[in-house]
């Protein structure tokens, strides 16, 4: 399949999509209700998509989230099954996908991953940190669904092991965009300031919860 044209790209629409559906083994407890700095997680989590200007609803979640946006439901099985229900229940061509687990991400990353994919038509767009692709945020195209759902059926691999096949049987690139020039050049800074080297952190423990408190308080925060 060929890329998609850049004058068609700039039309694709797209959702955000907030993954909750994780175990939260390591926190003791769900963390989408964590707070984190005196909001839970998952209000964090839809805020920073809605602040990259989408639509959000929340895939997977283990508990009540309906007050913090729609929710899609999924049978269980980790990450790739609330990826898979929720492109099933996409309307756009391009769904947005961050985990409830990642507060420190700016709005303005997400928007220049969601540019990235519509500017090259890739499958799938992520970041890269430290010379390592990252399996999330993540923009995934909704054609990618049938190749992601056979993965998942027959547990050949995580969410990153089925974008890379998605890709190759789309015929589509699996970019990767670099977080650190990003943040270097100033393309995408963070709104309160927060340095770049932040910006991915996964908040899986109580003591990676009062970390990211205290960058978002502004207690450990690097211009």
């Known amino acids: 399949m060929s890329h998609v044209p850049a004058c068609a790209a700039e039309e694709e629409s797209a959702e955000g ?3 909750a559906g994780g175990a939260s083994s390591r926190m003791g407890r769900d963390k989408a209700l964590v707070e984190v700095a005196g909001r839970p997680l998952a209000a964090h989590a839809v805020g920073i998509l809605r602040e990259a200007g989408l639509p959000a609803r929340i895939a997977g979640a283990r508990t009540e989230l309906d007050n913090f946006a729609p929710v899609v439901k999924d049978a269980g099985g980790g990450p790739l099954a609330g990826v898979c229900a929720a492109l099933e229940a996409a309307e756009a061509e391009l769904a947005v996908f961050l985990p409830v687990d990642m507060p420190l991400t700016p709005g303005a990353l997400i928007g220049y991953l969601l540019h990235h994919a519509r500017a090259t038509g890739a499958a799938v767009t992520v970041p890269r ?3 390592f692709a ?8 909704r054609a990618a669904l049938s190749e992601l759902r056979r993965v998942l059926e027959n ?3 995580g969410c990153f092991a089925a974008f890379t096949q998605a890709a190759e049987r789309l015929g589509m690139p699996l ?3 670099d977080v650190e020039t990003l943040a270097q050049c100033g393309q995408v800074t963070h709104p309160l300031g927060i340095a770049g080297r932040h910006w991915l952190m996964n908040v899986n423990t109580p003591e990676e919860v009062e970390q990211a408190a205290k960058l978002l308080s502004g207690a450990l925060r690097v211009s």
């Open 175 to 177: 970019a990767q965009v």
């Open 129 to 131: 940190q430290c010379g």
């Open 17 to 19: 999509f907030v993954l």
């Open 155 to 157: 547990g050949e691999g």
């Open 134 to 141: 990252q399996t999330f945020p993540a923009v995934v195209r």
